[in-house]
């Protein structure tokens, strides 16, 4: 009879943890892509010194951008679809995870994904951005 009770109190505990941690799971759907090709609509603006480009995605997220093969000037101020590589992928994703971490113990209050990106096409969605 001992045994029984002791293995039913043993299962409920196993129940009790598994539910706690399952709870736990964070599903939310707002994950970062840990792709090393994205593709990513928003706005190209000149950078602040004026030699750069930069991709500000409708998501928040700013991209260093940058292209031998498409002339990025002839989009300026245009809202576009751009598909690229991320320069040093592995380093941006763990660089982003730290951050995810920071924004996951109430560090950081803002969790915008940046990083550098080497287009290698351009559609043009609008002639302005929104």
Same mark, same amino acid.
Request: aromatic letters at 2%.
């Given at each position: 009879?001992?045994?029984?009770?002791?293995?039913?109190?043993?299962?409920?505990?196993?129940? !009790?943890?598994?539910?706690?941690?399952?709870? =736990?799971? %964070?599903?939310?759907?707002?994950?970062?892509? #840990?792709? +090393? &090709?994205?593709?990513?609509?928003?706005?190209?603006?000149?950078?602040?010194?004026?030699?750069?480009?930069?991709?500000?995605?409708?998501?928040?997220?700013?991209?260093?951008?940058?292209?031998?093969?498409?002339?990025?000037?002839?989009?300026? !101020?245009?809202?576009?679809?751009?598909?690229? =590589?991320? %320069?040093?992928?592995?380093?941006?994703?763990? #660089?982003? +995870? &730290?951050?995810?971490?920071?924004?996951?113990?109430?560090?950081?209050?803002?969790?915008?994904?940046?990083?550098?990106?080497?287009?290698?096409?351009?559609?043009?969605?609008?002639?302005?951005?929104?």
């Amino acid at each position: 009879m001992r045994s029984n009770l002791s293995r039913l109190l043993l299962c409920l505990i196993l129940a !009790g943890c598994s539910s706690c941690w399952l709870l =736990a799971q %964070d599903n939310s759907g707002s994950e970062k892509s #840990k792709s +090393d &090709t994205r593709t990513i609509t928003g706005c190209l603006t000149r950078n602040d010194s004026g030699d750069g480009f930069v991709l500000t995605g409708e998501d928040g997220s700013t991209w260093e951008v940058r292209s031998s093969t498409v002339s990025l000037a002839d989009h300026v !101020g245009h809202e576009v679809q751009a598909t690229g =590589a991320v %320069d040093h992928a592995t380093a941006h994703n763990l #660089k982003e +995870d &730290t951050k995810d971490a920071a924004a996951d113990a109430h560090m950081k209050k803002t969790n915008n994904e940046h990083g550098h990106l080497t287009i290698a096409d351009v559609q043009m969605v609008s002639n302005s951005c929104k």
